[in-house]
Structure formats: structure tokens, C-alpha cells
């Protein structure tokens, strides 16, 4: 009992590590994503069609691969990035990758939460574009990112379990190694009953902070 109790806990601390790191990068690449889709959209004050069409293709396309796939097709990217393309390290790069257009399109879609007239009062403040996006859309709309970065977490809760069937390392990999393979369905429900958990907590830290920021308004 005290090998499958260390296995969780070595695989539960990998799990924590693969979601975090990945939430970390997505959150620096994803927010500012977010934003060049919301300011460059049409009738916004950095008016971009190509640019605008370009991002939003490319978001669109990442979105529309299932992870699994994904994960194979990064395989070499992966490799010449970290030097080796399985393990709990490898396994950042793709989930990184498939949570920085979800990040950003929510961020998109918290910043269009901003009332127009709050950003067409800083314009006529004469306002630089710089200044209404940290002064006003971010600040505005700080309580709906954290709600995305949320959901964005527990999205790639999922993730991570399944980059545990390529040897992601990892809550999954235990699941599939211990559990499946060696028709150990006591491990498998141990893994899951682990993850939902973590589900739960994310969920739950993520509304407390959201109620905060709502509050400080």
C-alpha cells in the first residue's frame, strides 16, 4: 500500500506541475493574444482586418485539433524544444500550445464584457491605445480572465491525464500503466477520485478569487 500511496503522490506532484507551468505560459502568451484579437476587431481603435483574420485563423485551427492529436503532431517540436519528446517536461510544451487560444478567446470575450461608452470616454480623455488596454479593458475586465484562466486550468487537468497514454508521465500515465495494463482498477479509481479533486479545488479557488476582484472593483 505505502508503494501505490508514493506512486500517487510522485504522480499527483507531476500532474500539479504539467497544469501550472502550462496555465503560467498560456496566461503570458494568451491574454496578450486575447487582446490583439479584441483591438484589432472591426469598429475597435486598432482596426486590423488582416491581422485580425490571421490570428483568428490560426486560434481557430489550433482549437479545432483534439488534443491526442495534437499531441503527436508536436512530437518533433517537442523534441527540438526540450531535448526529448515524452515525460512530464515534454508534456508542457503541447498543453501550453492547445491553452493559449482557449486563453486567449476567453480573454477576447471578457474584454467585449467592457461597456463601450467606458472605452470611448478614455479616447476622448485622449487616451493612448497602451493606457485603455492597461488602464481600462484589463482592469475591467480582470474578474472574467480569472474566470477563463480557470476554466483553462481545468481544462488542461484533462489534458494532462491524457498526455499520460503517450508517456506524459502524470496521473494518466499511472492510470494506464498501473491501472489498465495490469488490470488494477482500484489505481485507476484512485487516479480519478485524485483528479476530481483537483477539479474541485481549481473551481473553487478560482470563484474566491473572482469574488474578490469582483468586490475591489
Partial sequence: MSDILNLLLVST???IYMVFSSVAIATFFGIPLGVLLFVTDKQQFLKSDILNEILSWIVNIIRSIPFVILLI????FTKLIVGKAIGTTAAIVPLSIAAVPLVGRLTENALREVPKGVIEAAQSMGASPFQIITKVLLPESLPSIVS???????????YSAMAGVIGGGGLGDVAVRFGYNRFRPDIMLY??????????LIQMAGDAFVRHLSKNR
Fill in 191 to 200: 487516479t480519478v477520485a485524485i483528479l476530481v479533486v483537483m477539479v474541485q
Fill in 73 to 76: 503532431l508536436l512530437l518533433p
Fill in 148 to 158: 477563463g484562466i480557470t476554466i483553462t486550468t481545468i481544462n488542461l487537468v484533462g
Fill in 13 to 15: 506532484w507531476e500532474s
